[in-house]
């Protein structure tokens, strides 16, 4: 699998990012919030199909840009059920895609939000974490539909993935960009108080 972790311009610090398999050449993107054709136009430069769009949560920083890509490449939108989302498919805990053979596994982890999904490559310890678990830091949960004792029960369940299990987050909050579940028990004081 390649990954790329773009800034696109999104409404604070967001994180899009684009996924494929090498041979394949068919990938997903995840909370295009940003510039979608400068999102598109990385995929085209890797000769990629952008397949799935997956969205972690409703709010609009990871949301923006969702229904321009569909439009403009035919991907299938995911997000959970009950969201409201105008998406394609649907998705509960438990439910997993298929991407040019990558296996993507939707974790529901409310709690910043009620609809919200982490994305989990287990094969690739590769872990979508949207705005629940940021590097060295956690989402808000005092927006509306958050609760805080709900989110601490997302990030139990996140604390108990492999320490190597690398966390690609929806913002760039941290002093770097991507970090892993054992660093985050380590460094992060909400996941030190879990
Ligand atoms: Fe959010």
């Not at 311009?9 to 990938?27: I, R, T």
């Not at 872990?127 to 601490?152: E, I, K, Q, S, Y």
Request: aromatic share 10%; proline share 4%; hydrophobic share 35%.
């Amino acid at each position: 699998m390649r990954l790329l972790q773009l800034d696109l311009g999104g409404f604070d610090s967001n994180w899009n990012y684009l996924f494929w398999d090498e041979s394949m050449k068919v990938g997903g993107c995840v909370d295009p919030g940003g510039d979608v054709d400068a999102l598109i136009a990385a995929a085209n430069t890797e000769g990629v199909k952008i397949q799935y769009v997956f969205i972690t949560h409703g709010h609009f920083d990871h949301t923006g840009g969702y229904q321009e890509v569909r439009k403009k490449t035919g991907a299938k939108v995911v997000a959970h059920t009950g969201s409201q989302v105008k998406a394609d498919e649907y998705a509960d805990d438990g439910s997993k895609y298929n991407v040019g053979g990558i296996e993507v596994e939707c974790l529901f982890t409310p709690g910043h939000e009620p609809h919200h999904i982490c994305y989990y490559i287990r094969k690739e310890n590769a872990l979508f974490t949207g705005d629940l678990l940021f590097v060295d830091g956690v989402g808000r949960a005092d927006l509306p539909g958050g609760d805080v004792d709900v989110m601490r029960k997302s990030l139990k369940r996140l604390a108990q993935l492999p320490d190597g299990t690398i966390v690609y987050p929806g913002h760039d909050y941290g002093w770097r960009p991507s970090s892993t579940i054992g660093e985050q028990k380590q460094t992060n004081p909400y996941m030190a108080l879990l």
